[in-house]
T-cell receptor
């Protein structure tokens, strides 16, 4: 696709349910990032991948959060046993990556998760 | 982690006025990025600065990185309503491209 696509755009779920958020990066982009953004805050890093390998997951808040990118393209961020504090905008970004520092990241429109 | 402080937190200006947004780090920045977030949309890349003293411009927006690479400013000349949004500065985490972000500056431009 032309840009980074995230789905769903909006997700309302009951506390305790599992949710899966999908990110479809720009074709050919090596690096894929997940961020979480609370209202009035900047994006908070969660995890990132180069190809299918998860390079850094230090930002994942706890073991209820996991992410995968099995074929080095589409990625899924899964939150198990959701809690109200998980409510936020979840943003995905991709970049050409490959170790180049002078590349920008392209962000998707985000998934607004609300846990009720 | 590298903390980025943005100021001001919010800004309301009259159309046509100039304005400046600042981003300050406690550590030397490897790369400094400016993004704009329009309400309800994704983040849009504006500019990236890497070298001390570097300055870049795009249309009416100019960004500078100081010589010590710890502070950047974003300057908008003759602001327009289309400039409204949240401006975020981001910086590399330790040399690999994983930007961490400041809290953002919310800009409103009154026609």
């Amino acid at each position: 696709g032309a840009g980074v696509s995230q789905s769903p755009r909006y997700k309302v779920t009951k506390r305790g349910q599992d949710v899966a958020l999908r990110c479809d990066p720009i074709s050919g982009h090596v690096s894929l990032y997940w961020y979480r953004q609370a209202l009035g805050q900047g994006p908070e890093f969660l995890t990132y991948f180069n190809y299918e390998a998860q390079q850094d997951k230090s930002g994942l808040p706890n073991d209820r959060f996991s992410a995968e990118r099995p074929e080095g393209s589409i990625s899924t961020l899964t939150i198990q046993r959701t809690e109200q504090r998980d409510s936020a905008m979840y943003r995905c970004a991709s970049s050409p990556g490959g170790g180049a520092l002078n590349t920008e990241a392209f962000f998707g429109q985000g998934t607004r998760l609300t846990v009720v | 982690s590298q903390e980025l402080e943005q100021s001001p937190q919010s800004l309301i200006v009259q159309e046509g006025k100039n304005l400046t947004i600042n981003c300050t780090s406690s550590k030397t920045l490897y790369g400094l990025y400016w993004y704009k977030q329009k309400y309800g949309e994704g983040l849009i890349f504006l500019m990236m600065l890497q070298k001390g003293g570097e300055e870049k411009s795009h249309e009416k927006i100019t960004a500078k990185l100081d010589e010590k690479k710890q502070q950047s400013s974003l300057h908008i000349t003759a602001s327009q309503p289309s400039h409204a949004g949240i401006y975020l500065c981001g910086a590399d985490r330790g040399g690999s491209y994983i930007p961490t972000f400041g809290r953002g500056t919310s800009l409103i431009v009154h026609p």
